[in-house]
């Protein structure tokens, strides 16, 4: 079954710390994203890419990096952890003009 | 600018009754798509139902449907019979067919009472 799977699902770092979050799609979509949510501000959209090498800006990029490596593989790069980037990070796939796929979301906690 | 508007931010409703969530958005776009996602309370989002901006007909998925008034901007979402089950937080969304990202709005949070 074609799915998005988020590694790891939930993580602990210190601030200045670096994080990689891992994205994996097995749907062959195109399409690649990085979600932050965070209570009052709904899904704010940090990275998107629309295929291996590509890699687009979303609307709240400070601090993050991300990298497409293959068509399956989307990474979000955290290089100095702030508090502020405590959140529900998701990936989501997608093909042109269809609906998202999401994985379940990684939660990171920056102390 | 906000293109994507759930003015609801909480609904309470009972059991086996009908609910409709409102949703208003923004686009310059003469193609569009508009689409219901909802995260369950392990936070799992998935996709409900979905409206293409060309079709007049309302689209129905099991006991979804929509309401969409395309002079209002306007994509309602009507759960009928509800169950406990539908307890969730619901965002409506827009893909405008100039570009291949979702907007998103807040979500509107539905609690269903015995």
């Known amino acids: 079954e074609a799915a998005v799977t988020q590694s790891p699902r939930n993580k602990v770092t210190v601030t200045g710390g670096n994080v990689t979050l891992s994205c994996r799609q097995t749907?062959?979509?195109?399409?690649m994203y990085w979600y932050r949510q965070d209570t009052g501000h709904g899904l704010r959209l940090i990275h998107y890419?629309?295929?291996?090498?590509?890699?687009q800006i979303g609307d709240v990029p400070d601090g993050y990096k991300a990298t497409r490596t293959t068509q399956e593989d989307f990474f979000l790069l955290l290089e100095l952890a702030s508090p502020s980037q405590t959140s529900l990070y998701f990936c989501?796939?997608?093909?042109?003009?269809?609906?998202?796929?999401f994985g379940s979301g990684t939660r990171l906690l920056v102390i | 600018a906000q293109k994507v508007t759930q003015t609801q931010t909480s609904i309470s409703v009972v059991e086996k009754t009908t609910v409709t969530m409102d949703c208003v958005y923004e686009?310059?776009?003469?193609?569009?798509?508009l689409f219901w996602y909802k995260q369950t309370a392990s936070g799992e989002i998935v996709f409900l139902i979905r409206?293409?901006?060309?079709?007049?007909e309302n689209a129905t998925v099991g006991h979804y449907s929509l309401n969409f008034q395309k002079p209002k901007s306007s994509i309602g979402l009507i759960i009928t019979a509800t169950q406990i089950e539908d307890s969730a937080v619901y965002f409506c969304?827009?893909?405008?067919?100039?570009?291949?990202?979702?907007?998103f709005g807040d979500g509107t949070q539905l609690v269903v009472k015995p």
């Open positions: 969304a827009m893909r405008e067919n100039s570009n291949n990202r979702i907007f």
């Open positions: 409206q293409d901006s060309y079709k007049k």
């Open positions: 749907n062959s979509h195109n399409y």
């Open positions: 890419s629309y295929g291996a090498g590509n890699l």
């Open positions: 686009t310059r776009d003469s193609s569009y798509f």
């Open positions: 989501a796939s997608s093909d042109r003009g269809s609906d998202y796929t």
